[in-house]
C-alpha cells in the first residue's frame, strides 16, 4: 500500500470510528467501507489500535490547525482569541458532521491511565491547553496555566453537552462565562 493509499486508509478509518465508535467499528467493517482488505490493513497496522491511534493523531493534527487558524481569523487579539474559542467551537456544532469529541469518546471507550488510546486523547487535550495558557501568558494573566485549564473545562463541558443536546447553545454559554473569567482573573499590573 503507497503511502498515499496509508494516509486515505487513516483518513477514511477517522470518520468511521469518529461515527460508529472504537469499539463497535470492526476490522470487517473498516475493510469493507474503506475498500482496503483485511491483510492489507494489517500490512501497516499490526492491530486496530494502531490504526486508532493514527486516525487520533490526524484528527489531532486536523482539529487543532483547524480552531487555531479559527481564533486568530475571528479575533487579533491574545485575550480575544480566548474568547474566540467558544466562537470557533459554535461553528462546529452546527456542522452537520458534528457529534462530540472524538477524543472524549476515545478516552470514554479505553479508560485506563496506562492505554496507549487514553494517552493520546489526553496528550490533544494538553496541547489544546497549552495553545491557551500561552494566549493567557501573552494577554498578561498572572496565572496562565490556571485560566487555560479553566478554559478547557466550560470548552469540553460546552463539546458534550452541544452532543448531547443536538444545539450549539452551549457554546453561547461557554463563552459568557469566560468573559466573566478573563474580566476577574489577575492580570499583571503593565498588561
Same mark, same amino acid.
Given at each position: 500500500?503507497?503511502? /498515499?493509499?496509508?494516509?486515505?486508509? #487513516? ?8 461515527? /460508529? ?14 475498500? #482496503? ?7 501497516? +497496522? ?15 493534527? %486536523? +482539529? ?11 479575533? *487579533?487579539? $491574545? ?5 474566540? @474559542?467558544?466562537?470557533? @467551537?459554535?461553528?462546529? +456544532? ?8 472524538? +477524543? @472524549?469518546? !476515545? ?9 496507549? @488510546? ?15 495558557? %500561552? ?7 498572572? *496565572? $496562565?496555566?490556571?485560566?487555560? /485549564?479553566?478554559?478547557? #473545562? ?15 447553545? $452551549? ?6 462565562? !469566560?468573559? #466573566? ?11
Amino acid at each position: 500500500m503507497s503511502r /498515499n493509499k496509508r494516509a486515505e486508509l #487513516v483518513e477514511r478509518s477517522l470518520w468511521l470510528f469518529y461515527r /460508529n465508535g472504537f469499539h463497535a467499528t470492526g476490522m470487517d467493517l473498516v475493510a469493507k467501507e474503506t475498500g #482496503v482488505s483485511k491483510t492489507s490493513i494489517y500490512k501497516h +497496522f499490526r492491530t486496530k489500535e494502531e490504526l486508532i491511534l493514527a486516525a487520533l493523531q490526524l484528527r489531532d493534527t %486536523n +482539529f487543532r490547525s483547524w480552531l487555531f487558524d479559527r481564533m486568530e481569523t475571528l479575533a *487579533d487579539t $491574545p485575550k480575544a482569541q480566548m474568547l474566540a @474559542i467558544f466562537d470557533a @467551537i459554535e461553528e462546529w +456544532f452546527l456542522e452537520d458532521s458534528f457529534q462530540g469529541c472524538m +477524543f @472524549i469518546k !476515545a478516552s470514554a471507550e479505553y479508560q485506563a491511565e496506562d492505554h496507549a @488510546i487514553n494517552q493520546q486523547s489526553m496528550a490533544h487535550k494538553q496541547l489544546l491547553a497549552d495553545h491557551f495558557a %500561552n494566549l493567557a501568558s501573552a494577554a498578561g494573566y498572572v *496565572d $496562565p496555566e490556571t485560566l487555560a /485549564n479553566r478554559l478547557m #473545562v466550560l470548552k469540553e463541558g460546552a463539546i458534550v453537552l452541544a452532543a448531547m443536546s443536538h444545539s450549539a447553545k $452551549p457554546a453561547q454559554d461557554a463563552r459568557a462565562i !469566560a468573559q #466573566v473569567l478573563l474580566e476577574t482573573t489577575a492580570r499583571k499590573q503593565d498588561a
